[in-house]
């Protein structure tokens, strides 16, 4: 194969995973800003795609599959939010029992489409014209589906969200000290519950795109832990939308090697040193972080996984 | 909004023993309504489901069975514990229970080449070096958690990954059974290196080990200085600090500990159950044991017990997957459902909601 197409198979694949990683780390990054820790998005990330799998398989809709994914991984942060934010619960215990029940309800639910062996089409990817020209790059990144394109617009618009506007403002005060935010007038049960949602939503995204996207078949445990990393690239990325794009795309890559490899007729290496990598990379990435952060602590909500109430 | 403004929640001065109880039993009770309902959205008879599900309480043979999967829940259930009560949050008991079986593989493996090891005495010998192999690997996030700040939960949850996926390549690759016909199993584990059934049962006699642990694990909790030391820890880092304890020490200690017991649950299904190394040998016991572990509010002795519970539901849900046809995955979602309804009554014992009139 040619070294320039090669280049491009890679990056195409790494736009793919990382659009999908991307997605669950933006919404997370939304959840903890206002001080919410959600450890729940691999259980909402699974119900988001097998939402948008039994829709599409069942109606053939992708625009009804794309927002009732998002409907039902959204419910599910709304348990974690209402546990976490009103009932004051340990929100790390929570947000496990989120993936658990995720993973669980994904599997029993599932398991007729497991057996059955359904397919479903992709979504059709929509070349743009001129840019998909671009030698090398081009085709990886605008030869995508309107949801990667989804992704390209919402990184920004989460950074801007959160650093440019007052509601922006009013969810990192809230993250940072909610007293403080309480006595300014900010609402911050309101805001605490609306960015756990927006992280549900973002979730459930995550998992349509999983599907819709790239693997149009269904088995139990699709997500593969991919929760888990959005988890941690929230971390890499500083809590900050934009540092979360190269942080996606990097795990994205580290995701796809190993088909990129078979791809390309390289087999020297086994395969599950490959599968390995994505999580003893995370390991590995969040130990220099946490060594070269360790000073100071930055971008960390002051606030984040402490319950709040007006009484102490 | 929804009227709640009205609502106020009141710090109870104490609470009676019969109420804790009450929003205890109302808890599950919620968590079963709730399945029941999704039951009946899946037009699955809930009362059969629920028959099926708790049909391991019936039955002598399928009770033998709970036991059975209790062992390696207990195991990881009581290591678990030690980590929670430092207030490290552990997600690593599934990784772990890989490893220990990795360790004691490779121990068989060497024995059955070099056979250096008396026979008589290879099961302890096996215990200890699994105990101190698997709680190595756990002291790795401890570390890593105590020196560099870095969040346990991503941390063991990643090791997990790690440690299954080894523990497959070996089992398909290097340790395959030559004469195995291409199966992906192990040598089989000769007779020395498995663990005996109790007469009349087919409950091997980790379930005594198991029981011996939860005691062990209960003394050092609360009889000694390390138990304390756990609980200053788990209480809060500045106070530990003020008081001179090392939370290193503390926390690389616990770990030894959490893992090693979780690693004996490991060494467990392969000498008690399967006899082999098997591909993906553990069907989630680590995490099940998490549920256990706070379902039980963190009391080893209670564990034992909350243990054989839950392997009571896991052969219900084979059982219910064999005769309904529905996914084993129903268990984890009732698990999942008691322990948040469970953490969400904790709160209702320690406040009380007074509706304001005006």
Known sequence: ?????????????????????????????????????????????????????????????????????????????LVHAFASISLRVNQTVSGLAITILGLGLSSFLGRPLALSRARVEPIPAIPIPILKDIPIVGSAFFNQNIIVYLSYILAFLVWFILFKTNFGLNVRSVGENPSMAD????????????????????????????????????????????????????????????????GAYFFGMMGTLNSTFQ?????????DFFRMLPYTLTILVLTIFSYTKSKKKFGVPAALGQPYSRES | MFGLNRVRFIARDKL???????????????AFLTSGVMFLFTNVDPVQAYVNLFGAFSNYALLSEAIVRAIPIMFVALGLTIAYKANFISIGGEGQIYVGGIIMTGLVIWQLDSNLIPQAVFIPIAIIMVFFGTG???????????????????????????????????????????????????????????????????????????VFAALLCYVILSKTKFGFEVKVVGGSYQAARYAGISYTKVVCLGMLMSAGFAGLAGMNILSGVTGKLRPDFSPGYGYTAIIVAWLCNLNPIISIFGSIFFGGLLVGGEVLQASMNISVGVTNVFQALMLIFTLSGEFFKRYKIVWRSD
């Open chain 1, 1 to 77: 194969m040619e070294f320039g197409t090669i280049i491009t198979t890679i990056l195409m694949l790494t736009v793919q995973e990382g659009s999908i990683l991307l997605f669950a780390t933006l919404g997370e990054i939304f959840t903890e800003r206002s001080g919410i820790l959600n450890l729940g998005l691999e259980g909402m990330m699974i119900i988001g795609a097998l939402t948008s799998f039994t829709i599409v398989y069942t109606t053939g809709n992708y625009l009804l599959a794309v927002l009732l994914a998002i409907t039902a991984s959204l419910m599910l942060s």
């Open chain 1, 183 to 246: 006595s300014l007038g900010i609402n911050v049960f309101a805001i605490r519950y609306i960015s756990t949602a927006v992280g549900g939503a973002l979730c459930g995204l995550s998992g349509a795109l999983l599907i819709l996207g790239y693997y149009p078949s269904w088995y139990d445990g699709i997500t593969l832990g991919r929760g888990w990393i959005a988890v941690a690239l929230v971390i890499f990325s500083s809590w900050n939308p934009l540092y979360a794009i190269a």
């Open chain 1, 263 to 271: 791809s390309i007729g390289f087999y020297a290496i086994p395969a």
């Open chain 2, 16 to 30: 009676s023993k019969k109420r804790s109880v009450g929003i205890s039993l109302l808890s599950l009770l919620l």
């Open chain 2, 136 to 210: 190595l690997w756990g002291v790795i996030p401890a570390i890593l958690k105590a020196k560099v700040g870095v969040n346990e939960v991503l941390t063991t949850l990643m090791m997990n990954y790690v440690a299954q996926i080894f523990s497959n390549f070996l089992v398909i690759g290097p340790w395959k059974d030559p004469e195995g016909h291409g199966f992906p199993l192990s040598k089989e584990f000769p007779a020395y290196a498995r663990l005996g059934l109790i007469p009349g049962t087919t409950i091997n006699v980790g379930i005594l080990l198991g």
